[in-house]
């Protein structure tokens, strides 16, 4: 009878001592788990192959661009246009007495803009891509707002973007785009979803333009090129002093991309998209030199 309280203690002991053990395990596991995931390395998605059309701009591109558009008169005119600026500014910061005192500036005459200062093309102003947007509208989107979702896909596998993707914290995706002011006409009201578009910067640009220049304008049929403005168009319009580029193709060249012609049955419909090439060229010539720049990536032009 005095043997069972001495069994008894000596089970609970073990399953104390088991229980305390167990325990151990377990914070002992914990730490060095913490300590594993404390200590894994950062991944950064990063570059995985040279883009071609950027390594050809920058042995090539750039360097012709500069030597078929230098000028040596520019810098002259630019110092002329500084002095003038000066000029006008000096005379302007004097005190205005007698009938002009209190009175509002008078507009310029005519309705023409202000141009930017002339200014020569040097090694460092030399015309580049800046970014490019790609742009589609979907009419059967005022009916239908579920219709963008075809754009929207087309858009982002062209474009390889997503927010936040591919390790630019900048990059926006696909966005879409709604209207400003409504058309009763067209049954519109403001707010309504309309279209898409995204932005492209950095490596994603020479991307885009290498399969829009490999495998889509080859084999659009009977494609002349895009058409230039006629000769007597105005240099002085805000369009043309920017180095803006646009062009748009139809819904047919939008099934011509790689990434969307290997699965085209996943879209219900195609749709015709702009391309707008944004370039650091301002001022005058500002468009023929974004158009030779875009000449030397191979996309084509002609006159009308």
């Known amino acids: 009878m005095s043997l069972r309280p001495a069994i008894a203690s000596v089970a609970s002991a073990s399953r104390m001592a088991r229980a305390q053990a167990v325990r151990a395990a377990s914070s002992a596991a914990a730490s060095s788990s913490q300590a594993s995931t404390s200590t894994l ?108 979702l075809s754009a929207i896909m087309a858009l982002r596998n062209i474009s390889g973007e997503a927010a936040n993707g591919g390790g630019r914290n900048g990059s926006t995706g696909v966005q879409v785009v709604i209207s400003r002011q409504g058309a009763a006409a067209f049954k519109l009201r403001a707010g309504m979803p309309v279209s898409a578009k995204v932005e492209l910067r950095g490596e994603a640009m020479y991307d885009f333009i290498q399969s829009l220049v490999d495998f889509v304008l080859p084999r659009i049929r009977e494609f002349p090129g895009f ?8 240099k002085s319009n805000p369009s043309a002093l920017a180095g803006v580029v646009s062009m748009g193709l139809p819904a047919a060249a939008m099934g011509l991309f790689p990434q969307v012609e290997g699965n085209i049955d996943a879209y219900p419909r195609l749709h015709g998209f702009h391309m707008h090439f944004k370039t650091n060229a301002k001022g005058k010539d500002a468009q023929e030199h974004a158009r030779a720049l875009l000449s030397g990536f191979r996309i084509p032009f002609h006159k009308k």
């Open 41 to 148: 390395p950062e991944i950064h998605l990063g570059q995985t192959h040279p883009s071609r059309y950027h390594d050809h701009y920058d042995a090539t591109v750039a360097s012709d661009l500069l030597y078929m558009t230098y000028n040596h008169r520019a810098t002259a005119t630019a110092e002329a246009q500084l002095a003038a600026a000066s000029t006008e500014a000096a005379a302007i910061s004097k005190p205005v007495t007698g009938y002009e005192a209190n009175r509002p500036k008078p507009a310029p005459r005519g309705n023409r803009p202000i141009q930017p200062l002339t200014k020569g093309i040097t090694a460092e102003s030399v015309p580049k891509l800046e970014s490019i947007t790609i742009h589609t509208m979907v009419k059967e989107a005022i009916g239908n707002k579920h219709a963008l």
């Open 227 to 234: 058409t230039l403005p006629v000769q007597s168009a105005s």
